[in-house]
């Protein structure tokens, strides 16, 4: 089970390229993988995003690919020999409608706009590739390490929170069944004191707590929650992407946990809903960390 939060950096140097590739990871429903790098390496971004995809399922994936090549970056220059000519001629033009004379000045000439272009060599992404995949390999791979082991804490910290959850329902149950006597004796000291000196009809009073032991039952929703229980044990334990899972499994206890809350009719009983909802807040948060 890994955490969708993480951090990796790893780096490759081959004769005058040197690759530094950078990846953090936060939470997110799904996978989106957003990838900052040098123009001229655009065209590798869908074998980027693959070999990521190879290894991560879930999160905001942010990835930063920076370049560096041995001796600064080659450029070419280049004269645009039309530009310049033009520029002679309108300049010609120009100093005859004001009546001055012109005289030519290369060296000025070729440092108006355009004239002279740098033009950044092309690099072979052939060549490129197996840099760049190198150094993302690498920050894959101590990404990942950071996401097991994250994962791994959340991971005991489900379980022990899952125990924690067994016991409170191990209470309901066992206080669910002194509900029913308890209803039994208040609704006869009831009917005692309204109607003193009346002789009780037990058959009506035992049709009374029949419907209220109905009314009341929660033994589904018990033995739902211990089902749920222990899929989600099993499923905590399991490797792969399971957080969805996880996520489903937490919205099914919450809603056993309300359906006792609103049937059980008893203060101890809403007591212990209200520490149930308290720790399956606790683990619904954490599943959103998980992938």
């Not at 280049?78 to 005859?96: C, F, I, P, T």
């Not at 009546?99 to 992404?125: C, F, K, M, N, S």
């Not at 058959?203 to 929650?225: G, M, P, T, W």
Request: net charge negative.
């Amino acid at each position: 089970m890994n955490s969708m939060t993480g951090y990796g950096r790893g780096e490759c140097t081959e004769g005058n390229l040197k690759i530094v590739a950078e990846m953090k990871a936060v939470n997110h429903r799904y996978s989106e993988i957003i990838i900052k790098q040098p123009r001229q390496y655009l065209a590798l971004e869908e074998q980027i995003k693959k070999l990521i995809a190879t290894q991560i399922k879930r999160g905001r994936i942010e990835v930063f690919i920076k370049a560096q090549t041995a001796g600064g970056t080659q450029t070419n220059v280049q004269l645009d020999m039309e530009k310049a000519v033009q520029y002679h001629r309108d300049l010609s033009q120009l100093a005859g409608r004001l009546g001055d004379t012109y005289q030519l000045d290369i060296y000025r000439l070729v440092t108006l706009p355009g004239v002279l272009v740098e033009a950044e060599e092309e690099e072979d992404l052939k060549d490129v590739w197996p840099v760049l995949k190198h150094a993302l390999e690498e920050a894959i791979a101590q990404h990942m390490t950071m996401r097991q082991t994250e994962g791994e804490r959340i991971r005991l910290d489900m379980l022990d929170k899952l125990q924690g959850l067994k016991k409170i329902v191990a209470d309901i149950s066992s206080h669910s069944g002194e509900v029913l006597e308890a209803y039994r004796l208040k609704l006869r000291t009831r009917i005692a004191e309204l109607a003193e000196g009346v002789e009780i009809d037990e058959e009506r009073l035992a049709q009374e707590v029949a419907y209220f032991a109905e009314k009341s039952c929660i033994d589904e929703e018990l033995v739902r929650l211990s089902s749920h229980f222990a899929q989600f044990e099993e499923i905590v334990n399991a490797q792969g992407d399971v957080g969805r899972k996880l996520d489903f499994l937490v919205q099914e206890m919450n809603r056993e946990t309300n359906t006792i809350g609103s049937k059980a009719n008893d203060l101890t009983i809403a007591r212990l809903v209200v520490e149930m909802k308290s720790e399956l807040e606790k683990i619904r948060e954490q599943v959103q960390n998980i992938e």
